[in-house]
């Protein structure tokens, strides 16, 4: 029995807790969202939280170091670079149901407005392509 102990335990020790927290916060920040049991989600959305406040405090050569240090993927950091001037980022969890086997409880943690940064930056990069395109054809006539 936890008396007093303010951390989420999730039933692990915290080298799998750690773990868990990396992996699971790198696939929120690549997809957008993730499917996982109630107590895990709970446990994600508090660290994420945590995470995106950190990430607009930090700048530069910092927040790249905070972001190895935190994440697993590149593709995620970039992404979190993305909603780092994005001021106040929300996540938020929906209960699905319950799972097979086990009827555990499911939910999914999503961050909200993740689709519109996304492609944000992708019509960005697309409108850089498009013209370096138009001025290639210009100078070679």
Known sequence: MYKRVKKKKIGVKATHRRALRRNML???????????????????KS????FFSKVNE???LSLVRY???????VKASKVAQ?????????VRIVKSGFRKGDNAELSIVSIEGYDDVIKKSTKKKSTKK??????????TK
Do not use: Q
């Not at 790198?26 to 994600?44: D, I, Q, W, Y």
């Not at 660290?47 to 945590?50: E, G, I, L, R, T």
């Open 58 to 60: 930090y700048e530069g």
């Open 47 to 50: 660290k994420a939280d945590n």
């Open 130 to 139: 498009s013209e370096d395109k138009e001025k290639s054809k210009k100078d």
């Open 26 to 44: 790198t696939s929120l920040l690549e997809s957008g969202k993730v499917e996982t049991t109630t107590a895990k989600a709970k446990f994600l």
């Open 82 to 90: 993305l909603f780092s001037g994005s001021g106040n980022v929300s």
């Open 67 to 73: 972001l190895k240090r935190n994440l697993t993927t």
